[in-house]
């Protein structure tokens, strides 16, 4: 384990401030120490933040289990919550006139006088990371990323006074050989934190953890919770889960364990429970919120079945276990508008993992794209979400649409946002006005109207 380390220079203090708010992403912190990613400090702060709804109806992360694994790592731990109470982290951002007063604020709370500061956040793009870096003035920042997202573009346009200030992206390697498309425009180099440090790390978490049950590889069945995202309803995501369970089963499954999302409402797991004893099933739900990758370690899972969880790319890549995915094509059709940022690891997942339904591809473990196609596809997608932050992303976008759209591919593509790019695939000219008249749009709907009642007549 990397101990804080101090610097030979009485006369320069150095403070490094960790943002976190998941047990995982403290983790990748813990392994860039750990492999030596951060410079000498006087000090090292993790500071938590709380970013669910309700902060005060959800376990903070400094409570959850496995975390004192990791707390050595650092001099102390704060609270994001409590310092800018009543606010909320994810909703809250200092207006610029009060900037200084909240450094001047913060550097009292924590008792950092007249240190050098250093940042390294989350999701630099949203609050709370953007706020703690609009804080501290002119100090240096790195990302780090422990999810797919890093592989898309960056969500929203940053101020050019914190996007220069960013050193390097952090991230974990789930798809070897891909390059992270975030923070590009601004030159940030991506630096891969190794993964035989980041397990490790898990290997303590997985040590921990005495309250699990004693299953031998079961099919594991990953829950998200897309209705709290608006993404699915709550009963069509509950089918979702029903769908994973029963998908396991058609592939010989008997056992399997399910690990809902911890803000997952109860009755999901109890309408599962009872779908699984019709197919027969012997089913178990992990009450004990848990990192995915401690039962890999713990359970080592037969299957890892799921939607769009970047617990399935650890899976294959970290842990070399067998992995299948379902859902993924409802989620590219559903997802609104085009620029949604989960879109990209929806069509990582989609492109690199087996469909469940499809027997022979998830035995073989069949990987539906490879590396250097799922580049060109994710320059192209890219694009089509951030065109303004990305123009230089053009030319390849339109390489690969022209050569590349065909039926396995549109998915990954709305034939409205290529029209309105005027990109490969994109609607002749001539009918781009089609979708958006309402006028012909009435007139198709009362001629289909017209087409069915003449088919009922002549049917009677």
Same mark, same amino acid.
């Given at each position: 384990m990397a101990q804080p380390r101090t610097t030979s220079d009485p006369a320069s203090r150095t403070t490094q401030i960790f943002l976190a708010s998941t047990l995982y992403g403290t983790a990748t912190l813990a392994a860039a120490l750990d492999a030596d990613r951060f410079g000498p400090a006087h000090r090292r702060i993790l500071l938590v933040s709380n970013n669910a709804a309700t902060p005060e109806t959800t376990t903070p992360l400094d409570e959850m289990p496995g975390f004192e694994r990791l707390r050595g790592r650092f001099d102390e731990v704060r609270s994001w919550n409590e310092a800018i109470s009543p606010f909320h982290p994810g909703g809250w951002a200092p207006r610029g006139d009060d900037v200084v007063l909240w450094e001047r604020y913060i550097r009292l709370?924590?008792?950092?006088?007249?240190?050098?500061? *250093? /940042?390294?956040? *989350?999701?630099?793009?949203?609050?709370?990371?953007? &706020?703690?870096?609009? +804080?501290?003035?002119?100090?240096?920042?790195?990302?780090?990323?422990?999810? /797919?997202?890093?592989?898309?573009?960056?969500?929203?346009? +940053?101020?050019? /006074?914190?996007?220069?200030?960013?050193?390097?992206?952090?991230?974990?390697?789930?798809?070897?050989?891909?390059?992270?498309?975030?923070?590009?425009e601004f030159d940030v180099p991506p630096e891969v934190v190794p993964t035989e440090t980041f397990l490790k790390v898990l290997g303590e978490l997985a040590e921990d953890e005495e309250e699990l049950p004693e299953i031998e590889a079961p099919a594991l069945v990953l829950g998200q919770y897309l209705s709290a995202l608006s993404i699915l309803t709550a009963e069509e995501e509950e089918e979702l889960h029903i769908r994973m369970v029963r998908g396991a089963a058609e592939l010989g499954h008997t056992r399997v364990v399910f690990k809902p999302h911890p803000t997952a409402p109860a009755r999901w797991s109890r309408s599962l429970e009872k779908a699984a004893r019709t197919m027969g099933v012997d089913l178990t739900v992990l009450d004990t919120p848990v990192l995915a990758e401690v039962l890999y370690q713990r359970m080592r899972p037969a299957l890892v079945v799921g939607c769009f969880s970047t617990a399935l790319l650890t899976a294959s890549a970290l842990y070399d276990l067998p992995a299948a995915r379902t859902g993924t094509d409802l989620l590219l059709e559903?997802?609104?508008?085009?620029?949604?940022?989960?879109?990209?690891?929806?069509? +990582?997942?989609? &492109?690199?993992?087996? *469909?469940?339904?499809?027997?022979?591809?998830?035995?073989?473990?069949?990987?539906?794209?490879?590396?250097?196609?799922?580049?060109?596809?994710?320059?192209?997608?890219?694009?089509?979400?951030?065109?303004? +932050?990305?123009?230089? /992303?053009?030319p390849d976008a339109e390489r690969h649409l022209a050569t590349h759209l065909d039926a396995r591919t549109w998915r990954y593509f709305k034939r409205r946002r290529l029209t309105a790019l005027a990109l490969p695939g994109a609607l002749p000219?001539?009918?781009?006005?089609?979708?958006?008249?309402?006028?012909?749009?009435?007139?198709?709907?009362?001629?289909?109207?017209?087409?069915?009642?003449?088919?009922?007549?002549?049917?009677?």
């Open positions: 709370l924590w008792d950092l006088g007249d240190d050098d500061v *250093e /940042l390294a956040v *989350e999701s630099i793009q949203v609050n709370p990371a953007l &706020a703690l870096a609009q +804080i501290f003035t002119g100090v240096p920042v790195d990302v780090y990323a422990d999810g /797919l997202m890093s592989y898309g573009p960056t969500r929203n346009k +940053i101020d050019p /006074l914190v996007g220069t200030r960013v050193r390097r992206l952090l991230h974990l390697d789930l798809v070897p050989g891909l390059t992270p498309l975030l923070l590009t559903r997802l609104a508008p085009y620029q949604n940022s989960n879109r990209v690891p929806v069509t +990582i997942v989609d &492109a690199l993992l087996p *469909e469940l339904t499809d027997r022979t591809a998830v035995t073989e473990q069949r990987t539906g794209m490879g590396v250097a196609e799922l580049t060109q596809l994710l320059k192209a997608v890219g694009f089509a979400m951030q065109p303004q +932050i990305y123009p230089g /992303l053009r000219s001539q009918l781009a006005f089609i979708p958006r008249n309402a006028t012909v749009r009435r007139v198709a709907r009362r001629a289909r109207s017209v087409q069915r009642t003449i088919k009922r007549t002549a049917l009677g």
